[in-house]
């Protein structure tokens, strides 16, 4: 089993930045892939960020490339999204995962949740 418990969300205005840190326990961290999914109200969850076990191969979904940020720091069992230039549509809930197979670039291969932590993009 793992456990993941998220924190850094909250309300930012459009543009502005946010990073969310997900804490794992329960599993050696170092094996494990992690990523970030993403649910806004009506819509699918979808897969935006993912992590191999190394942190040295990364997954960026193309809506937010170049403004998100996947990091993984192994020996604080931590894995971070930093998300600058926000846009209202990337108001959504933000969930934390694990992939206990390592490689964190598959979606399905995610069998570890976080509860979810909200994120707001509002003036």
């Known amino acids: 089993q793992v456990q993941l418990i998220e924190s850094g969300g909250g309300l930012v205005q459009p543009g502005g930045s946010l990073r969310l840190s997900c804490t794992a326990s329960?599993?050696?961290?170092?094996?494990?892939?992690m990523g970030w999914f993403r649910q806004a109200p009506g819509k699918e969850r979808e897969f935006v960020a993912g992590?191999?076990?190394?942190?040295?191969?990364?997954f960026v979904k193309d809506a937010v490339k170049g403004r998100f940020t996947i990091s993984k720091d192994n020996a604080k069992n931590t894995v971070y999204l930093q998300m600058n230039s926000l846009k209202r549509e990337d108001t959504a809930v933000y969930y934390c995962?694990?992939?206990?197979?390592?490689?964190?670039?598959?979606?399905?291969?995610?069998?570890?949740w976080g509860q979810g932590t909200q994120v707001t993009v509002s003036s």
């Open positions: 992590i191999n076990w190394s942190g040295l191969i990364t």
């Open positions: 329960g599993r050696t961290f170092n094996t494990l892939g």
């Open positions: 995962a694990a992939d206990p197979a390592g490689r964190g670039l598959d979606m399905r291969e995610y069998d570890y």
